[in-house]
């Protein structure tokens, strides 16, 4: 065959490749200048979003059982403010290119206005690419439209996910930014806060860049599922990244798994305290109606809550290594030390002398058992046994 010819035919059965432009669009989107920061997120952004428990089953009456379960079982009181939907609600567009919402979601107002009736914020999910990971309506082509649509319904956070953008353009950290950039600036201009909380899996190295691009957290992993080895990976994955991680711009190993129900109650609590430790955004993903006692123990500990919250927001850094059991330690604002023993392994006994944590403990100190919600003898050098995957807590105060 004529080399001509064969040109021709492989041309008529080509079609468009992941990551590869079409014909029809430029190859790189736009240059988007860097974004300034909205000053949202000054500590971890807490709350509920719909994937890991409901994935592509959620509706929005779901939606509002959740708001109304973090009211009655003190989430809320206990700092958890967002309501987030994540993918699956998109309809299609109207005539005049608004984003609708399909028959799960109904009157995204109306829900709104229903979440925030109950103190809570409303979070919602789109893509820079046509479409979503899930396959639904992306905001490609109409950023600022739908920036001004979240606005008009009373959204409050935004997960923003690559995704279907793979299928537009090269897959290139500037082409990246500058989509991500484009709907950081078309929010701010919309006019309402709204946390802007990025969905890749780390590529390029996002968490030096996310902050351009108006962005308030990042995912810095590819998806947590509900399993011991995915979760303790992504969390420990952070240390090495905790200098790019601080107020109003936090890496994101993905969100919480507990109570999901496949991993143990040790595992869990690790789960609860390492992000904390981090720390990183506390986001349950389990159904909220239905928690037993020891899900709702984890999720609602005030003191675990308040190390992930200080408003500090200093990182954790590793102290040594005790066999399977890491020690990690974080500075909190109030010039206490918050002590976490990790144990990646099957039982195991820990010691610590208190010296070990600075010469500011050298002499007396006062300490606190997080979960045990209790006072430690500190005349002797700290003792923990901890289960398989186990985790204790302990806060740390110097004297004089
Ligand atoms: C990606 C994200 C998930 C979730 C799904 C929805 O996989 O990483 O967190 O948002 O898309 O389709």
Redesign the pocket.
Known sequence: MPARVLAAVLASLAVPAMGVANASEPTAPPAVPPVPSNGLAATPPMGW?S?NHF??RITGADVRAMADAMVANGMREAGYIYVNI???WEGDRNAAGEIQTNDKFGDMKALADYVHSRGLKLGI?SSPGAK???GYAGSHGHEEQDARQFAAWGVDYL?Y?Y?GARDIYPVTQRNQEMLFRKMGAALLKAGRPVVYSL???GEFDIWHWGPQTGANLW?TT??ISDDWGSMIQRGFRQLELSTWSGPGHWSDP??LEIGNGAMSTDEYRTQMSLWSMLPAPLLAGNDLRTMVAATREILLNREVIAVDQDPAGYPARRLERQGDVEVLVRDMSDGSVVVGFFNRGEGATVRLPWSKLGTRFGKAVEARDLWQHAAIDTRSPFVTTLPRHGTTLVRVTPHG
Request: aromatic share 10%.
């Open positions: 979003n994937w994935a592509g994540d993918d699956t999910y979503t990971c899930a997960k996910d995704c969905s890749q899996s995912r590819p998806d993905d969100m």
